[in-house]
Structure formats: C-alpha cells, structure tokens
C-alpha cells in the first residue's frame, strides 16, 4: 500500500540492533590472482607445526580480533574470559558499526600492517580478501592434529554453511552465524481474511492484494514490507526467494550474464507485484527499517532472514509476539529457493600470531561455544548437533514453528546461488538499482534487466582472472 504518514516505529531487537546487521557491506576491492600455496611473511607455518594438541600451545601470546557489532560479536566478547583461561592467549578487541568496520577492515588487510589477527566478514568478503591474499586459508590448520582438536568436529557445521565459505578450493573462515529466508504471515490477518498461510507466489500475491489496506489489530497494514534499498542485500534477501524460486540464475555457463531470461522477468513480475503493495518508502528501507515494520505491526506479509523471528517474538518490544506464522520460501515454477547469509570468522595472511589467532578461531566455534551463544541472542547455530539441542528448543519454544521451519530452509532450500567473484558487491549493487527502479514501478521490467545485465557483465568480466 503506498500511502503517506505510514512511518516506521523503531523497536529494538534484543542486543541485534545494537549495530548494522549482515546485510550492509561496501563495495569489495578489485583483486589480482594469488598463489594461496604462497608461504607466509610471518607467523608460524601451519603445516609445520608438530607435537600433541594443547589449548596453551600459545600460552602468552596477544591477539587483536576485530568485531562487527552483531549479537555473534557480543556472546564472543562476553565468554573472553573463559578463552582467556582456557589458552592462557589474552584479546584485545574492537567492535565497530558495520560500514566503520569494512573500512577499517579492509585498509588494514589492503596495506598488510596485520593490526588485527582475526575479524568477522560474509560470503562476498570471502572472495575480496582471498583474491589479493588479504586473508588466510584455514585447511592447514584444521588438517593439522596438533592445532586442531580431536573433538572439533568440521563435519557438524551445515554442510550449506561450509560451502559458502569454500572459495577455489580452500576454506577462508568458519561460519558462526546464519540466516536463510523465510516467508512472514501474520496470523491474525490469516484468521480475519479466512485464508491458510500462502504456498505459492501466486498464493502470496493474492493475499498482499486482499490484505492490503485493511485493519487489523487496530492499524490499517500494507500488504507486504521486504528490504528495497539500492544495494546487494536487497537481492539475496526476498528477491532471491522469487528469482531462484522460477528458475533464474545470474550467469550462465558460458559466462554470460542472463538476469534478464524468460525466468528472470518472470521472477521479477511476480515480486514487483508483491512490492506494489509495501510502504511509499520501501526503497530506502534496508533488513532494519523492514524488520521494524513489521514487528511494528504495519505490515501483513514480510520475506527475510528467519531468524529476525527474536525481535517479532519480544513482547517488550514488538506488536506481533505470537502472531507471526513461520514459513517456507514461496514455491515457483522451479520450486521453494532462496539464498544464504553467514557471519563467519576469518584470518588475516599478515598476523604474526596466526596459531594464536586459531585457536581463538577455533574456540569460537566449539559446539560448547556456539550453544551458549544462542541465548545470546547468536541464532541460527551452524552445527547441526545444536539445531534440536535443548538449548535451542528451550530458546524457541513459544516461537510456533520457527525450529522446524529454519532448519528445513538451510538443509533443502539455501545455498550461495550468486557468483562467487571479488566483484559481487558492485555486481549486486547494480542489480539491486534496477530492482528497486522496478519495484518502485519505473519502467519496462524487460528493458530494465536488460540495461543492468549489461552493465553487469562488464563488471562480471573485469574481475576475470581474480
């Protein structure tokens, strides 16, 4: 519903909205190719490291991580005593705003200063970093019996979730935090219209139009709320729900950029008819402004990461605890999809405390370490031992089907789908522009895709050889 004075009330999610959440990141840096077998200018070789594994190997080391402010961030930075006892390794830290801490991140990594031994970063940094040799391969360490615990365990993680942090062969960080995408209903509107939760696109497309404009708990709603602001995050978040959904992809084989397909314009009719019916404002609205929408009670269908189910679920805060139904991603013609994010924990090539900085790595991310984060608000855990632990089922018990719900979504329906290039930000970017032209009901949907998969290849093409 486009409709003036709808605003947004801004509920805070518990500690999640302390920062910028995983959706925000600036453009990547263009990388040149690099020999990831290349030895190290400093610090220990991995792979020469001898002797029985011992948390205090490292026994007097610093280490200086850096943190995105996150919930993942904060259950880390409360339990650094423990780890501190654990290895005998002291931390010193940083935790910045998301967009300060890319910047800061990557003048670091680009210059080699090696400040920071360890950071957090998603799927597209993966690539960045790797690329020009900014960021170390974790293969020789976890291969290494005497680095690595006997009981870690590398098999335990979503196999969805270590496959997006694989880039060319090597694993560049280890994931800590995900979300896959799920469709939002609420469930008083369900009942008032008389309606089951929506199924298909089709589904979905005709209860936006039916719910749109009408009140419900006292507030007249929008149809539907999803992020639509100019950057990459945009697509794989909802879009990507409808994109894959029908069978589009963004490259094909033969490197061709093929966003504006038969598929593609299909999948894009589809969401510029649910997007007609979100607020005037959609297209400055990032994961944060959508999610306080909702939560807020001004919208009757929502498609976002699953796990934004903790701010809907705060009485304290929100509008809609207990009336939120938990669903898959809309089915199209090809079936449910959609995509993934993680925040995972990465190394810097320049640490000269590279053991040091993995045993925190690895301490992070111990099945013991991940579950108690979770009542830290650091949810969806990564290992599949945690999914139906008590710990998580105790965490979510009054959120209906959220725990069966989000589990399905990364085992059957999410995956990195997108291409995994250095160039990915600005490659998405530029999508995301002519989505939101579209969405906001300017122009051709054929001749729009078509004038970014133009661009896009070129962006696509430059980073050939990275």
């Not at 599949?384 to 105790?394: F, H, P, Q, V, Y």
Request: glycine letters at 10%; aromatic letters at 12%; hydrophobic letters at 35%.
């Amino acid at each position: 519903m486009r409709e003036e004075g709808m605003g947004l009330r801004r509920i805070r999610r518990r500690d999640f909205l302390k920062g910028v959440g995983a959706g925000a990141a600036a453009l990547g840096l263009a990388g040149c190719g690099v020999d990831f077998a290349q030895e190290r200018s400093g610090g220990q070789d991995p792979s020469k490291v001898k002797g029985e594994f011992s948390w205090t190997r490292e026994k007097g080391k610093t280490i200086n991580v850096l943190f995105a402010k996150h919930p993942m961030a904060d259950s880390f930075i409360k339990e650094l005593p423990s780890f501190e006892k654990k290895t005998g390794i002291k931390v010193q830290y940083d935790t910045l705003p998301e967009e300060e801490f890319f910047q800061k991140l990557r003048t670091d990594l680009s210059t080699g200063k090696g400040n920071y031994d360890a950071f957090m970063n998603g799927p597209p940094n993966n690539w960045e970093f790797a690329a020009p040799g900014w960021s170390e391969p974790l293969d020789a360490y976890i291969n290494n019996k005497a680095l690595t615990s006997a009981d870690y365990d590398l098999d335990d993680f979503y196999p969805a979730a270590l496959g997006v942090n694989r880039w060319r062969g090597k694993l560049w960080s280890i994931p800590a935090n995900e979300e896959g995408y799920s469709l939002f209903s609420r469930k008083d509107v369900l009942e008032e219209m008389g309606i089951e939760a929506p199924q298909t696109w089709d589904d979905l497309i005709a209860a936006v139009k039916e719910a749109d404009g009408k009140t419900f708990g006292g507030k007249k709603v929008d149809g539907f709320v999803a992020r639509g602001d100019k950057t990459f995050p945009t697509i794989q978040s909802g879009y990507s729900t409808a994109f894959l959904g029908y069978g589009a992809t963004d490259v094909d084989d033969s490197g061709k950029v093929v966003i504006n397909s038969p598929e593609g314009v299909k999948a894009t009719e589809k969401w510029a008819e649910v997007m007609g019916h979100a607020p005037n404002n959609v297209g400055t609205f990032t994961w944060y402004e959508a999610m306080n929408h909702f939560s807020a009670g001004n919208a009757a269908f929502f498609i976002d990461a699953d796990h934004m189910s903790e701010a809907f679920e705060d009485p304290t805060a929100s509008a809609i605890a207990g009336k939120v139904d938990y669903g898959l991603p809309p089915e199209g013609d090809a079936g449910r999809m959609g995509n993934i994010w993680l925040w995972s924990l990465a190394m810097s090539a320049s640490s000269k405390n590279n053991v040091a900085a993995w045993m925190f790595l690895q301490w992070a991310t111990t099945r013991e370490q991940l579950e108690k984060a979770i009542t830290e608000g650091n949810i969806n855990p990564t290992r599949r031992s945690l999914a139906n632990s008590e710990t998580m089922k105790n965490y979510t018990k009054d959120w209906g089907s959220y725990n069966e719900t989000w589990q399905t979504i990364l085992s059957d329906h999410a995956a990195w789908n997108y291409i995994k290039s250095p160039k990915y930000p600005a490659f998405g970017d530029r999508w995301a522009l002519a989505i939101q032209e579209i969405a906001l009901g300017g122009g051709s949907i054929e001749e729009t895709l078509d004038a970014a998969a133009k661009e896009m290849q070129d962006i696509y093409d430059s980073a050939k050889g990275s």
